[in-house]
């Protein structure tokens, strides 16, 4: 049974940094693309980041760039999300989900198959 849990959101300062991780469980993600997004109140779910299956290739949104980091631990079974330099507009829930495939449209939630329930991140100016 896949299962994905997000943890290390909280509420942080503007200029601050926070580590969100990823723990997966009933799968290897060594071998799955994995993806963050986010979610602000009233607003429609927004890819953050993406790492490739072989962990060579990674995928960031402008909005993140320079700020963002993703990364994983295959020996934990874990993604991460670095996140420095917060923003208020930061502000969102965070969700981790696998990708289906690279190549195509790996910036839209659709193309990912399984999520977990999210983590929190409130950044305050």
């Known amino acids: 049974q896949v299962q994905l849990e997000e943890s290390g959101g909280g509420l942080v300062q503007a200029g601050g940094s926070l580590r969100l991780s990823c723990a997966a469980s009933?799968?290897?993600?060594?071998?799955?693309?994995m993806g963050w997004f986010r979610q602000a109140q009233g607003k429609e779910r927004e890819f953050v980041a993406v790492l490739s299956a072989n962990g060579m290739l990674r995928d960031l949104a402008d909005s993140v760039k320079g700020r963002f980091t993703i990364s994983r631990d295959n020996a934990k079974n874990t993604v991460y999300l670095q996140m420095n330099s917060l923003k208020p507009e930061d502000t969102a829930l965070y969700y981790c989900?696998?990708?289906?495939?690279?190549?195509?449209?790996?910036?839209?939630?659709?193309?990912?198959?399984?999520w977990g329930q999210g983590t929190q991140v409130t950044v305050s100016s």
């Open positions: 989900a696998t990708l289906r495939t690279w190549y195509s449209g790996r910036s839209s939630p659709r193309s990912y198959d399984y």
């Open positions: 009933g799968f290897t993600i060594s071998g799955t693309g």
